[in-house]
């Protein structure tokens, strides 16, 4: 059996002044946006969204459901993952960006905004994992 030797966690884990903790997660739910069934246009825009948010592509992978149906499509990233399911029946898009290490998932929101140009994108920010507090005065 192999043998998995954990990393420390300054490596891989994100901090910023609310404590550590093992990543940033954003939900983002895109409304009217553009190229929602076109595999080369979604991937080249997530690829593009992930190197502007640091990350380290390893692998790709998009899945069509027929002419003009939805897309379902994941970018595997070395510091986690980012995905995409479509809906342009109704010009609805769901979008996954988890991200660890120095990665900033925010970074992609530009990308995604500039060539999507949705009507309406929410984001729902999330940290995953958190190990630790920022000390404070408040709460030390």
């Given amino acids: 059996m192999m043998q998995v030797i954990p990393a420390p966690a300054e490596i ?42 640091g990350a380290t592509v390893l692998h790709a992978h998009f899945h069509p459901f027929g002419e003009g149906q939805g897309i379902t499509g994941v970018l595997l990233l070395a510091e986690s993952h980012m995905s995409i399911h479509t809906w342009p029946e109704v010009g609805f898009a769901a ?4 991200m660890c290490a120095s990665c900033d998932p925010m970074l992609a929101l530009p990308v995604i905004r500039d060539a999507f140009q949705p009507q309406r ?7 995953r994992g958190v190990i630790s507090p920022a000390v404070s005065p408040d709460n030390h």
Avoid: C, K
């Fill in 12 to 53: 891989y884990f994100a901090e910023d002044e609310t404590g550590q903790f093992a990543g940033r997660h954003l939900l983002l739910d895109m409304w009217g946006g553009q190229g929602l069934a076109d595999i080369p246009f979604i991937e080249s825009t997530l690829l593009a969204a992930s190197r502007a948010a």
């Fill in 95 to 98: 979008l996954d960006i988890f």
């Fill in 121 to 127: 994108l929410i984001v729902n920010p999330l940290r």
